[in-house]
């Protein structure tokens, strides 16, 4: 496939590996942290964790989407389903995201008219084609999929499409990465950088890593290749001293951003004043709701949901797993009380979360040789 | 990763090691999509509740066909419903997939199909067309694969309690005396054998309700694979360890199953396993890995190691085989994960799917 393969050539792989080994001090141990779900995904696909020495280690940060959405968002949207008339749609992996009493999976198995869209253009289709019905979208993302949200929503609005409305769950990144840095016990060496979300912001906001927490920030394509080059770069900057943003991504990411994107954005959204994340709490003006010229398809108005805040579970501690404080194994409920099957924290919810992954893998990553 | 395991992470890793090798017990509280999918919901429904409900040596083995024995004959058995939508689509329908599908699991289990038995549940307002059209098809496919259809039953529901119409065929087969077969058979060092490209079926079908609107050529790979089993089997005979039809869940799930049941871990390599590049694409535009998709016309083969190049060349002459391939290995250790040299030059575990394949957002 071209403009593919190109950026999955194995040989390439290995000679950038070779490099990575050459930059590394051996006695020092290194973390860094991919800030996006989709690095880590990357990742697990094309096993780049296997090509880097044992001394660098690569630490899933919160850009999950789904993973971050706190359980009482998911029960509100699971209410908003069971509403008589209501047509639910939302995006496939955001079906099987717990809330605290079910998925929304489930709550189609026990008759809620849920659907899977792939854009929520999708859903503004469905809501013409049902006019007697209201149907709902459950808008969740980064700034990368906000725009499409922002799109949809301008344009049910030219049309008067009265019957479609929108829970906007959407979040910021640099909040949520800003409160990791704040931490006193961070622990993380440097940072791959969110491709998708700075084709849509630019790579301008992260310059806050460098300059105010003095560490190396990378922004990352999602090829291989891409990935490996970034962690490189990091890796370069930190042998030389140096602590810089730097974009790797340069193909698609300019500095500035999609500046008719941001501009969508501003007129549709408005920061809330602040959001609760799963596993980090709540943070300042890290999320997104419709601005007073969109109240009318705001489902969050027009429906009355428990809004309830149910808390994280006490003994979870995926905020400092996420800080690289601890290790998945070394959380109080890691394989008792939260396990895939039952996820209490963000981290396990996810398949690529970082408990999920060692739930999974661990025993596999600890045994480098296969016999 | 380097660093040395402790005490308390040794501890914990064997606790999750107990909490793996349990029995799956079926505990949700409703059916939901998930269960239909093929993946994990699936296996702790069908090893949680259904296998220990009708106990029985066959059912233990959870082949695709049990092996029943009548007066000394060796038969094999085996039921399959189809519930497609659309009922066409490139390269095939609703009722080729019916003859296939049971046709292909009692091959898969070492079996000569012999027979088949057809229920029809309709749906009130069928097009008669749309019937007939299906019935020609059932009967072309049967007389392709040499195998009468010699009972059958009718029910038509209510408008929306069926869509359109859903098949189930019954099939009973004769267990051919080459076959030597059996899921927990796999030894370490057998070579693992793909009978050609995959994902094609599964793609099609996607592509074909048009959700994605994406066009291409993709068609479905709907065949008996009675011919490719006879193959092998007469070219590797008892060194053919076991087959599978990668069916739902695509060849990942197939290969999980395997790992689990014979307690081996499965090493494949990514890099040679052949791909339409057209079903790469779809699946790369989707955020969907091949390995998981659907096939109707795919064998996935066990193979001791001194007889696998013979049984590969064997297949590959068998028409519809031509780019069947050796994917990987199977080895000790881990046992029950299937593990994957990607083309790239890592290495991952490819794990049984969780649910249905969709749709990464990020």
């Known amino acids: 496939m071209r403009f593919v393969d190109e950026y999955r050539d194995a040989a390439l792989g290995q000679a950038l590996a070779g490099e990575i080994l050459a930059t590394v001090d051996p006695g020092r141990h290194y ?65 099987r995201v717990p809330g605290s009493q079910g998925t929304l999976l489930e709550a189609k198995a026990a008759g809620a008219d849920v659907r899977m869209v792939y854009s929520p253009l999708d859903a503004l289709r469905i809501a013409k084609q049902n006019p007697e019905r209201e149907v709902v979208f459950f808008a969740i993302g980064f700034e990368t999929t906000a725009p499409s949200t922002a799109l949809t929503l301008k344009r049910a609005k030219a049309e008067g499409v009265a019957n479609f409305s929108c829970v906007c769950n959407h979040v910021t990144i640099v909040p949520p990465l800003r409160a990791l840095l704040e931490s006193p016990d961070l622990r993380l060496d440097g940072f791959i950088g969110p491709g998708h979300v700075c084709t849509v912001v630019g790579a301008r906001p992260l310059q806050f890593i460098p300059a105010d927490y003095q560490r190396p920030v990378v922004v990352s394509g999602f090829e291989p290749l891409d990935i490996l080059q970034s962690i490189q770069m990091i890796l370069r900057q930190l042998a030389d001293g140096r602590c810089e943003l730097e974009n790797q991504y340069k193909r698609v990411v300019p500095h500035e951003g999609n500046l008719r994107a941001l501009e969508v954005l501003a007129e549709v959204f408005e920061l809330r004043p602040h959001f609760e994340w799963r596993g980090l709490g709540f943070i300042s003006q890290s999320a997104l709701r419709l601005s007073d010229a969109y109240v009318d398809l705001d489902a969050e108005v027009r429906f009355s949901t428990p809004g309830v805040r149910v808390a994280d579970p006490k003994a979870c501690q995926c905020g400092e797993v996420l800080k690289g404080v601890i290790k998945p194994w070394e959380c109080k409920v890691f394989g008792t009380a939260c396990t895939p099957e039952h996820a209490i924290g963000t981290c396990m919810v996810s398949p690529e979360g970082a408990c999920a992954a060692y739930y999974n893998y661990g025993r596999f990553a600890r045994e480098r040789e296969v016999v | 990763m380097g660093t040395p395991v402790t005490d308390r992470e040794q501890r914990i890793l064997g606790i999750i090691e107990t909490a793996r090798a349990k029995r ?80 292909n699991d009692l091959a898969m289990s070492g079996a000569r199909p012999v027979a088949l038995t057809l229920s029809l549940i309709l749906e009130e307002g069928l097009d008669s067309d749309d019937l007939r059209a299906e019935v020609e098809a059932i009967a072309a496919t049967a007389r392709a694969a040499d195998v009468e259809v010699i009972a059958g039953d009718t029910k038509v529901v209510q408008r929306g309690h069926a869509d359109q ?47 994605f609107e994406l066009e291409s050529e993709i068609v479905s790979d709907t065949r008996s694979l009675w011919p490719a089993a006879d193959a092998l089997m007469q070219a590797a005979g008892p060194s053919l360890h ?89 080895k000790t250790d881990p046992p029950g994960m299937v593990l994957v040299n990607t083309a790239f030059g890592g290495r991952r575990v490819m794990d049984q799917l969780v649910g249905d394949p969709l749709p990464r957002i990020c």
């Open chain 2, 24 to 103: 799956a017990r079926f505990k949700d509280p409703r059916i939901t999509m998930a269960h239909g999918a093929g993946g994990r919901a699936t296996q702790t429904m069908i090893e949680g509740l259904l296998v220990p409900a009708f106990a029985s040596a066959a059912g233990a083995e959870m082949g695709d066909a049990g092996a029943v024995s009548v007066d000394a004959a060796d038969l094999a058995l085996t039921t399959d419903s189809f519930v497609v939508k659309p009922i066409r689509f490139p390269g095939g329908s609703i009722g080729e997939l019916a003859v296939n599908g049971t046709v």
């Open chain 1, 31 to 95: 973390k860094l942290m991919e800030v996006c779900g989709g690095h880590t995904h990357s990742i697990y696909k094309y096993g780049i964790d296997d090509l880097l020495p044992d001394n660098v280690e690569l630490i899933h940060g919160p850009g999950c989407p789904v993973c971050v959405i706190p359980m009482g968002r998911v029960d509100d949207g699971i209410a908003i389903a069971h509403q008589p008339g209501v047509i639910f749609t939302c995006f496939g992996d955001m079906l």
């Open chain 2, 165 to 211: 119409m859903y098949l189930c065929t019954t099939g009973l087969g004769r267990i051919d005396p080459r076959a030597r077969l059996s899921p927990a058979s796999l030894r370490p060092g057998d070579r693992i054998l793909v009978s050609g490209a995959i994902g094609n079926h599964g793609m099609a079908i996607m592509l074909a309700r048009g959700e």
């Open chain 2, 242 to 330: 076991t087959m599978r039809d990668a069916t739902r869940g695509g060849v990942a799930s197939v290969l999980n199953e395997l790992a689990r049941a014979s307690g081996v871990a499965i090493v494949l390599r990514e890099g040679d396993v052949p791909v339409d590049p057209a079903v790469a694409g779809a699946a790369e535009i989707l955020g969907i890995d091949p390995m998981y998709v659907a096939n109707e016309g795919k064998l996935v083969a066990f193979v001791a190691p001194d007889a696998a190049a013979e049984a590969l060349a064997a297949l590959r002459a068998v028409p519809g085989c031509e780019r069947a391939a050796e994917i990987g290995e199977v």
